[in-house]
């Protein structure tokens, strides 16, 4: 985090420890809200002081994603002007649109995927971190970012008045993003979520439904589909509501419940409860993944697996230790023979701490394996 939200570093060589760049900056602020998460749930395990630094420092981070914008619009990642490694991170995200504001870069387009991924790593820190700084920090950075969005009619307006995206066509992802807005701020929020959902919530499996329907293409979408029910369905009490809210969500389960993936599989624990054979997987999957590299060293596994649908698909999900390697690995299409890079870039891990703490929490994974804490 060195320009306080999450970028993954390029060394000169594969086996080279010496820091030549940044890369990835586009996806810092769902990352960072990922990163919230984690050190959140470490938290409420653990008390650890370095976690609440961590989340403190986290939430500073994505503080300064909106403030750098100076219209409350979300940006994907910033870095100082003095940084030496400023040109490339500019170079890289420049398809994004690169802003200048004060002392700082910052990069726009800002996709639903960066929002979303914030306001987990919000409702998450607001739940399981009790602390009145936090809480607070969290009620006004969530307070913004909604009052921006609804003011903007669920668009993602650039300082340019350009529209990057909207959450129009996505009924649910409006409701999950309010619902933790009526958990931090109620005051502010719960009638305007009360109203939204009685006209929302039942389309909320609509767009899941269409999500379902492939499920190799633009496979990031699941686990867009995951953190936004994770707050949506945690978090609300209605019982009307929250049948059709589990109604959408059986439709995305139904669709990824097979593709050996511990943080979908953490979600369901968290919002379905213990399943004996499901959480006994998700124990062995996180082993799995501490056998993978941390660099994006290249991957071909055509002709070791059989393929369907194209050469570069397998037919079944392939085993966690030899998956393509990528940012997050649970976001990542599991039927993909072919990926990765020269092995220069290191990942943040978050993909292993993320479901790790979560299964601290909700008991799927215990103490006593220690490489987990200090291995990260």
């Not at 995305?252 to 993936?261: E, F, V």
């Not at 993909?336 to 703490?357: F, R």
Request: net charge negative.
């Amino acid at each position: 985090m060195p320009f306080g939200t999450v970028v993954d570093p390029i060394f000169a060589s594969s086996y080279s420890d010496t820091i030549v760049g940044y890369t990835r900056c586009g996806d810092s602020a769902i990352w960072t809200g990922h990163y919230l998460a984690a050190e959140s749930f470490r938290y409420a395990v653990t008390a650890d002081s370095v976690a609440l630094t961590n989340v403190r420092a986290a939430l500073a981070g994505l503080k300064s994603l909106v403030d750098v914008t100076g219209t409350d619009v979300l940006a994907r990642c910033l870095v100082p002007m003095s940084s030496p490694f400023a040109a490339g991170i500019n170079s890289e995200e420049s398809a994004n649109g690169i802003h200048a504001s004060g002392q700082n870069f910052w990069a726009g387009n800002t996709s639903r995927d960066q929002y979303l991924g914030v306001f987990f790593g919000l409702g998450v820190a607001y739940s399981f971190v009790n602390q009145a700084d936090v809480r607070t920090n969290v009620q006004a950075l969530a307070t913004r970012m909604l009052d921006f969005l609804t003011a903007h009619a669920w668009s993602v307006v650039m300082p340019d008045g350009t529209v990057s995206t909207t959450f129009v066509i996505r009924p649910e992802e409006q409701l999950a993003l309010m619902q933790v807005g009526k958990q931090v701020n109620p005051s502010a929020f719960v009638s305007a979520y009360q109203s939204m959902a009685s006209n929302l919530a039942g389309l909320t499996a609509l767009p899941v439904i269409v999500d379902a329907g492939d499920v190799r293409d633009s496979y990031f979408k699941f686990n867009l589909d995951a953190i936004t029910f994770y707050n949506l369905i945690r978090l609300e009490a209605d019982k009307s509501l929250l049948a059709q809210y589990n109604a959408a969500y059986a439709v995305y389960w139904n669709a990824i419940k097979t593709h050996m993936n511990p943080h979908f599989n953490m979600i369901d624990r968290a919002l379905i409860g213990p399943n004996g054979t499901r959480d006994a997987q998700t124990a062995a999957y996180l082993n799995q993944f501490l056998e993978r590299p941390r660099r994006d060293v290249y991957v071909n596994l055509e002709g070791r697996f059989p393929s369907c649908v194209s050469a570069d698909q397998s037919c079944n999900p392939i085993p966690i230790p030899q998956r393509v390697t990528t940012d997050f690995l649970w976001q990542r299409n599991p039927f993909q023979l072919v990926g990765g890079g020269s092995g220069t870039i290191e990942g943040a891990g978050i993909d292993y701490i993320l479901p790790y703490w979560m299964g601290r929490y909700y008991k799927v994974v215990g103490d006593e394996d220690r490489r987990a804490s200090d291995h990260r």
